[in-house]
Nanobody, 119 residues
Framework: QVQLVESGGGLVQAGGSLRLSCAASGSIFSIASMGWYRQAPGKQRELVAGITSGGSTNYADSVKGRFTISRDNAKNTVYLQMNSLKPEDTAVYYC?????????????WGQGTLVTVSS
């Protein structure tokens, strides 16, 4: 069974930086796509950044140039480096693992970590 544990959230002033980490258990990390999502109060959960097993990345327009997603397969960990943070980045950030199989996908979510950006 795969489990994801996020860490690194907290309170930061606008313009500051944080790095989120997501550690995965199990043996499928290196062949799965990973993503960071966020959900602000009263809003739907949205994709922030994703990275495939091959290392290709994609970002929401709102974070391009400020956030960087990366992965370390040796440590079963995915990171989200967040720079130039804005108050509108305040949200609960969730780690996601997606393993696409012919017979159906395996998708796992972390418990979330709160990021608060003060103005």
């Amino acid at each position: 069974q795969v489990q994801l544990v996020e860490s690194g959230g907290g309170l930061v002033q606008a313009g500051g930086s944080l790095r989120l980490s997501c550690a995965a258990s199990g043996s499928i990390f290196s062949i799965a796509s990973m993503g960071w999502y966020r959900q602000a109060p009263g809003k739907q959960r949205e994709l922030v950044a994703g990275i495939t097993s091959g290392g290709s990345t994609n970002y929401a327009d709102s974070v391009k140039g400020r956030f960087t997603i990366s992965r370390d397969n040796a440590k079963n960990t995915v990171y989200l480096q967040m720079n130039s943070l804005k108050p509108e980045d305040t949200a609960v950030y969730y780690c996601n693992l997606l393993w696409e199989l012919a017979q159906g996908n395996l998708e796992v979510w972390g418990q979330g970590t709160l990021v608060t950006v003060s103005s």
